[in-house]
């Protein structure tokens, strides 16, 4: 591949000569431009996204009561803001690499931080899913234009540590949420959880006014495939609709199916108009590299192993420890600690080793991870949980590093927005496959064994209604002990819930593990970017 010439389109004062697209800093110009300092900023808007992704639960019950909101309402709080982001995340690199990072990444930000805002003063259910469903799109368009300016302005040796960073704070903010999100709940109230958007964004776009400079490819799209656009959009909604409806409906009832076809056929309408139309949305020529598609398959894989068994995870440490948000999350700082720690720190192994060996060992070490969580029990102890934490930090953080420089480092420059956007899609959907197919599999166990563990204590019999109402209780972790139980009687049931529980989220962390062991053998199908080899001995920040 050979470099492309950046063209700057922002203005008068942002002119600079002609540069590689792997400048270095003696071609910088004081602040604007900076590799270090176009890295901060995009991490502080980045932070806002990678925090709603989960600080926004911890706020759930408060919203449901100060809203009057059902339990379908609070559900809608979550999926509208996943669905809107998954299906607008490659349309929206595609934006950005026409009309440039600089400019989707601030509208990104003001967008999100106004719906944000928004959020905090709404007085319905109805608002508080509509502005979130503008938080989704406005996301959208931050993160892949994040990842285009730094393709972009780093030099191709300093990529891997760059996108390292880049994923320690996503990473830090994802478990960081809950720790965040318990304390503004508990001791200021749940619209803080989203006002706390506008002061970052605000900071975020003054930092992206005086620093960030706009790199074009000369062969930047110049058009748009609005049929394209439509069928892709149409294809992710169907897919993500149907993970999202799936544990209401069922994996055999047909609405699911009837979305499931759906999105099989728009992602093959897809595939076949982008053969014809002049400037595709994604040029299917992406794919025709092993190790790009590779990447996509292992983020996907990778997703499904962290965002399914941590998901798992939360009601693990509140419903059967009994934990208040604030100690489950501190309780997850270990992953957290490990993540910060190991991406950094991976950014440079990669660099040195390539991307097969620490793919390879972060995912077989997710794989120890998993199976170290499915022999937790209700009374494990806080050093062990810790440990498989840990471990699973120290797994994902090369994986984050090194599957997402894989995808954008084997793209052309001219589709980093592009490559952005898969790799952020790919991370949402393994996201939700993780989270439908692992809550299956707890919703298989927990039907399979509940009612045997029930009269195996010695409890009275349940009628079939009685035992699907508890049944979605233990899945959660809590126990089914109506009022003015007895308190031995009331014993006997948390502890069938909780062993119920058990016995479902073991199982689960073992099919996650599972997976992490085949995204194993993907790792070593992975190679460093075209760019990132030919740019291999050049000269250092």
């Known amino acids: ?48 996204v990678a925090l709603d992704g989960t600080i926004v639960a911890i706020a759930n019950p408060a919203i449901a009561k100060d809203l009057g909101a059902t339990w379908a309402d609070v559900q809608w709080i979550t999926n509208a803001y996943f669905l809107a982001l998954a299906v607008t995340l490659i349309t929206a690199g595609k ?66 540590m760059a996108i390292g960073i880049w994923g320690m704070v996503i990473g830090a903010s994802t478990a960081g949420g809950p720790i965040l999100g318990g304390f503004l709940v508990e001791n200021v109230s749940w619209q803080s959880v989203f006002w706390i958007n506008v002061p970052v964004g605000i900071l975020a776009v003054v930092l992206g006014a005086l620093i960030l400079l706009d790199h074009r490819a000369e062969n930047a799209p110049r058009s748009f495939d609005a049929l394209g656009i439509a069928l892709l959009s149409a294809a992710m909604f169907s897919l993500v609709w149907a993970l999202i409806k799936a544990p209401e409906w069922g994996w055999g009832d047909g609405q699911t199916w009837a979305f499931l076809i759906a999105s099989v056929a728009g992602f093959a309408l897809f595939a076949f108009w982008e053969t014809k139309v002049k400037e595709p949305l994604i040029p299917l020529a992406l794919f025709r590299s092993v190790p790009l598609s590779a990447g996509v398959v292992l983020m996907v894989l990778m997703a499904i192993a962290f965002m399914g068994g941590l998901f798992f995870v939360t009601f693990y440490l509140q419903n059967v420890h009994g934990q208040s948000p604030i100690e489950a999350g501190l309780h997850l700082l270990p992953l957290t600690g490990m993540m910060i720690v190991g991406s950094p720190l991976a950014g440079v192994l990669i660099t040195k080793l390539g991307p097969r060996v620490p793919l390879a060992g972060g995912m077989a070490l997710t794989a120890i991870a998993m199976y170290g969580m499915s022999t937790l029990e209700t009374d494990t102890g806080s050093a062990a949980m810790s440990l498989w934490f840990a471990l699973l930090g120290l797994g994902l953080a090369p994986v984050m590093v090194g599957a997402t420089e894989v995808i954008v480092g084997n793209a052309p420059l001219e589709l980093s927005g592009v490559a952005g956007g898969l790799q952020q899609a790919a991370m949402q959907i393994g996201g939700s496959l993780g989270t439908a197919v692992l809550g299956a599999v707890m919703t298989s166990k927990v039907d399979s064994d509940l009612a045997g563990n029930w009269v195996d204590a010695g409890l009275p019999p349940l009628t079939d209604a009685q035992l699907a109402q508890a049944s979605q209780a233990v899945q959660q972790g809590a126990a089914p002990v109506p009022e003015g139980t007895p308190v031995e009687i009331a014993a006997k049931i948390t502890d069938v819930a909780h062993d119920t529980f058990i016995s479902g989220m073991s199982l689960a962390s073992l099919v996650a593990a599972g997976v992490a062991t085949v995204a194993v053998l993907v790792a070593f199908l992975t190679k460093r970017g075209e760019n990132a080899e030919a740019g291999a001995g050049a000269a250092h920040i």
Do not use: Y
């Not at 431009?33 to 176009?38: K, L, R």
């Not at 931050?142 to 891997?160: C, D, H, I, S």
């Open 95 to 160: 934006l950005g690499d026409r009309f440039g990072h600089r400019q989707t990444f601030l509208i990104g930000v003001v967008g999100f931080a106004a719906a944000s805002g928004a959020i905090g003063l709404s007085n319905s259910v109805a608002f508080v899913v509509t502005f979130r469903v503008f938080q989704g799109l406005f996301g959208a368009l931050l993160m892949p234009a994040a990842l285009g300016l730094l393709r972009a302005t780093f030099p191709a040796e300093k990529l891997n």
């Open 1 to 48: 591949m050979t470099s492309q010439t950046t063209v700057d389109k922002t203005g008068p004062e942002d002119k600079a000569p002609a540069a590689p697209s792997d400048p270095t800093p003696s071609q910088g110009r004081g602040l604007r431009g900076h590799p270090w300092f176009t890295l901060l900023t995009v991490a502080v808007g980045v932070m806002m």
